[in-house]
């Protein structure tokens, strides 16, 4: 019984991964394509994060103790933080260049939905819209 519930603890851990960092806690996906997709990317998401967490952990000769997944993603903020602060002071055009390109990305227009298509192997025809 403690075997089983030691497996369904790490799947509540990629879950609760999957909507705290992915974001994901208001999506609402609206179709079996969707659903795949998410879970795809949540997956990959996940992997690379354990990923990085054991190459932290077996770093050097000795190994550490590893991180939670949230502090992993604190400490890739934070580095990016550094390098971009870094920047700033090394180039003196880097802000308004920054800040022309996150300008231009304010009021991008939203692209026409592509008809869904259904997964089964039965049908291979594409379906209109999800409601």
């Known amino acids: 019984m403690v075997s089983a519930y030691s497996q369904r603890w790490v799947i509540e851990e990629f879950f609760r991964n999957a909507k705290q960092l992915a974001d994901m806690e208001g999506v609402s996906i609206r179709s079996e394509q969707g659903v795949t997709l998410a879970l795809c990317l949540v997956s990959w998401i996940d992997f690379l994060l354990h990923f990085e967490n054991y190459e932290q952990s077996t770093a050097g000769d000795l190994p550490k103790e590893s991180l939670t997944i949230p502090s992993i993603v604190r400490q890739w903020q934070y580095e990016n933080l550094k390098a971009f602060i870094q920047r700033l002071h090394k180039d003196e055009t880097f ?37």
């Open 95 to 131: 802000a308004t260049k920054w800040l022309q390109v996150q300008e231009h990305e304010l009021r991008r227009k939203r692209k026409k939905r592509k008809p869904l298509v259904l997964l089964d192997e039965d049908n291979t025809e594409p379906i209109g819209d999800a409601a």
